[in-house]
């Protein structure tokens, strides 16, 4: 219970010399009240007093007996005093003698709309216990400040206080008829405070709740009036027009529930404006989108008023100048891979679940049903039909279930028809179409993802106004600016209407050709140039491109494939979707037969599947494709083709290892490219040369080709080659001893890869930088820079880089001390790397091989790894400095070679060594 003197001030100032004692007579007349009915109090508060009660019948009777004591202090000091009280019934926390929590609070936002000589009390206080001979007064629900659910409040009315303390207009509820909620509202915080804020603007007289049906913009309607309901003294009034015909008259609908009975010969519109235009109201007019024709008459309302103001939900915009329209999405999901709490959408159909079977969702199975929520696309109707289903299925059935929109009804009695299932939904909506737009509607469900309005227009000759006219129906909705997509399960039921589509081949095959064109177009920038900017125009519509290309190989259409495979493979590999872009190929391989294929088309396909093979395959398995797609360019006589195959085949063979067939097929790939011009083929070939030279040790040789390719890079303004060469070059430095140079490389490189958004090359060159960073001193650093890349690479399949970064974590656990952490790194690493057995990088395999070795107190195992390191081929200057501390000195050899070490006998000792077994 909270007491309060009504306008202390202004007694002091009038009555100071009456005051000092009134107070004292107000500080007995309450301890003694308080003491008489088992109460204590925590705390004076000013003019009043905050104090508990274990019963709350007590608290009432001694709320009572305050204000009749005050009423003889009033009378005998001849000073008019009014008592306020407000009363709650909950729990609280004790800290120091005091009491806090939120249901303390509430009782104080209670006592703050109480009027002078009045006691208000919640809905728990009567249901806790309520004193013979007392009545009360139900005022309805109150917003009160900070409190987020409307409170019904009730005016305590004794006999012996009369009357004129039962109630007052400060507090009385607003006039109205706004329905309560039947069940809990859950979330929204967004949603409301947007709408809340829109309403209070004085501009706002108008504002139309637009969605498709299910979205919850009823329930989102009435929480926004009662929360409004206190800015309109006279009333806030629901208006449903669901049941609503559409010959009869909206206004007479507003007449009946507002209770205004026209008179005489003018018309309703006019009287009713007339009526409304002295009172100032809110009108909520619920499920409009049936009534359209008629929204004249709210324009004529609002013209002829000045306080009224409406808010509408309807799957239809009104379209009136005064509308304001807020486009209710469906509930907040969580972002991928987010742990923290629960989204609104997960506690809506939790708390459908305690509701209706009386079923706790486990903690552990809140995943499942996010995923349920994230198929339904947050609709609420959605997640509480599929929460409907728990009684029966288990969560992993019911996200089986709602892939079925079909299968989604409802088992409550008295969901009104339109909302029985998601199927009724949709026929609402769709009965209410004009029948070109019912066509246009079908058309527009062979886009994947979204679509813009120039994608409308080639492939479904839909223009601007027929788009509009299905975003303001709530049928389409606008994903970004100029960018259009369509709701999950009005897609799923306008494809089964077939019976509007005039040949749907012909839209499928104008939508495979505008994407895969859209595709080639940018091409040249996704190979060399602007990669950012190609990805802003290509990435939004990646699911489109993905189909158009899947229906472009249905289709046979072999001019739209060769002109944009490059493009489509670059994509891919731009966004290290390297196992995707292997299987489209395969599938594309085996769909156009060989025989029937271009000879060069189908070159060109074997090459890019043994290319994205190799990153993600042992490489054997990509050696046949090369082969037979250089068989192919050489039958073709596709000079420039065959230059970037010889290239692409040296590459695998580079990376297996066998130089000097690699080397073979790079001055070959090179001599064909210089005498057809082709800078950029030249450019890759002159950068692959140089590995082979840095492999080799002639690093002055390496050095000078990729400052070459660099610069041929730079004058094509190909950024990628650029990145790449500058990459290689700064291995080179490193290795000459120029640490900090070899850094500044890596950074200049990192920008461009950066700028044009490859994320693979990125984590590359962080690779090569976290090397850096050991050499330093620096292991902490590069060990945050590795975690962070891992994850990246390993989603991209890039299972040799993840290796060398497990490898790296090795090295920089050892330096920093760590055993256990170098040893569950360099585990996974070995486990990989014998899976694999990638040949060039044997000898970086071996020179971490030999250091954790040492490491592990195995020195003669560590120097015979550490021999054979130094002789297997290249390694980095941080690397062999590694070895030859293992090995003692380089003289440690004695002049002569070791043995190469047998990989299964390396692979069996590291094994035994981690395990920490004998050999």
Known sequence: MFTDIVGSSRLWSAHSREMPDILREHDRVLGESVHEHNGSII????????????????????????????????????????????IHAGSALERDGDLFGPDVNLAARV??????GQVLATARVLESGFPAGI??????FHVLKDVREPVRLYSIIHPDLGERYSWSRRVLSVPGNLPREQSPFVGREIEVLRISSMMRSVDCRLLTLSGPGGTGKTRLSIRIANELSHMYGDGAFFVPLAELERNESIASRIALVIGFTPEGSGSLDDQLAEHLSRREIL????????????????????????????????????????????????????????TDGD???VELFARTAK??????????????????????????????LAASMCGILSLSEIAEQVMDPLSMESVMRDHPDRHSSLEAVFSFSWNLLESSHKSALCLLT????GFDRRAAEFVCGIGIQVLLALRDRSLIWQLQEGYFGIHGTIKYFAEKRTDVMEDPAAVRSAHSEYYLNLLASRENDLVRGDRIGALADLERDLENIRAAWTCAVRYGRTDLLRGCLRGFVMLMAVKGQFREVYGVLEDTIEALDEKDAEVLLMAELLGHLGWAGSHILPLDSCIPPLERSLELYRSGGDDKGLAYGLNNFANVLNVKGEDERAESLYNESLEISRSIGD???????????????ERRSDLDRAEELYRESAEICGRLGNQHGESMSLTNLSTIIRDKGDLRGSMELLDRALSIQRSIGDDFNTSLICCYMAEIMIAEGRPEEAEKVLHRILSCLEAQGHIWWVTWVHLLLTVAALERGDPESARASFSRSVELFDAHRWSQHLPEMMAVSAVFLSESGRPDEAMETAAAALQGGMLSSYLKGKVQRVLGKPASLHGTESESVDVDSLITLLRSVISGKSP
Not at 111 to 116: D, K
Request: hydrophobic share 40%; charged share 25%.
């Open 135 to 140: 009545r009360m007064r139900d005022l309805g």
């Open 111 to 116: 006592m703050g709309v109480a009027a002078g």
């Open 446 to 449: 062979v886009f994947k993802g």
């Open 283 to 338: 009108l909520v007019l619920d499920n409009f989108e049936h009534l359209t024709d008629q929204a004249g008459t709210v324009g004529t309302l609002l013209e002829r008023t000045d306080r009224l103001n409406i808010l509408v939900t309807s799957r239809q915009r009104l379209r009136l100048r005064a509308e304001w329209v807020f486009e209710v999405p469906g509930m907040s999901l969580s972002e991928e891979g987010e």
């Open 43 to 86: 705390k004076r508060t000013g003019d009043g007093i905050f104090a508990s009660f274990a019963d709350p019948s007590d608290c009432i009777r001694c709320s009572l007996d305050i204000l009749q004591g005050m009423n003889s202090v009033e009378e005998s000091s001849g000073v008019a005093l009014r008592i306020r009280v407000g």
């Open 343 to 345: 989204s609104d959408s």
């Open 679 to 693: 800078l950029l083929g030249m450019s890759a070939t002159i950068n692959n040369l140089g590995i082979l030279a």
């Open 355 to 384: 509701r209706i079977y009386g079923l706790d969702i486990a903690h552990g199975e809140r995943k499942k049903v996010e995923g349920i929520c994230r198929t339904v696309e947050g609709s609420p109707l959605a997640i509480e």
